[in-house]
Nanobody
Framework: QVQLVESGGGLVQAGGSLRLSCAAS????????MGWFRQAPGKEREFVAA????????FYADSVKGRFAVSRDNAKNTVYLQMNSLKPEDTADYYC???????????????????WGQGNQVTVSS
């Protein structure tokens, strides 16, 4: 089992920044990648970003590329999502997730992930 605890959400004005954190514990040695997804009211969960645990390769949805940055601190077993230039359409519940898949092509798909955090609300006001 892997436990994921998220923090850092909140309310911000358009153009502002927030940083989400996701701390992993438990059987983290089985984790190859970490991802961030979001779900807005009435919409399906969508991929935001991901990072490979070894090597630190990053992957982004087109909608956040150039504005969001995913990073990891291996010593702390923590992944971060730095969100800049936030827009009202970024408003959603954000979830981190871990995957035991070593095929990075799968990181864009929610069914590749084994464990999920509790979700963190991000609200961007216009």
């Amino acid at each position: 089992q892997v436990q994921l605890v998220e923090s850092g959400g909140g309310l911000v004005q358009a153009g502002g920044s927030l940083r989400l954190s996701c701390a992993a514990s438990g059987r983290t040695f089985s984790t190859y990648g970490m991802g961030w997804f979001r779900q807005a009211p009435g919409k399906e969960r969508e991929f935001v970003a991901a990072i490979s645990w070894i090597g630190g390769r990053t992957f982004y949805a087109d909608s956040v590329k150039g504005r969001f940055a995913v990073s990891r601190d291996n010593a702390k077993n923590t992944v971060y999502l730095q969100m800049n230039s936030l827009k009202p359409e970024d408003t959603a519940d954000y979830y981190c997730a871990s995957t035991s898949s070593d095929y990075s092509g799968s990181y864009y798909y929610y069914n590749a992930y084994d464990y999920w955090g509790q979700g963190n609300q991000v609200t961007v006001s216009s």
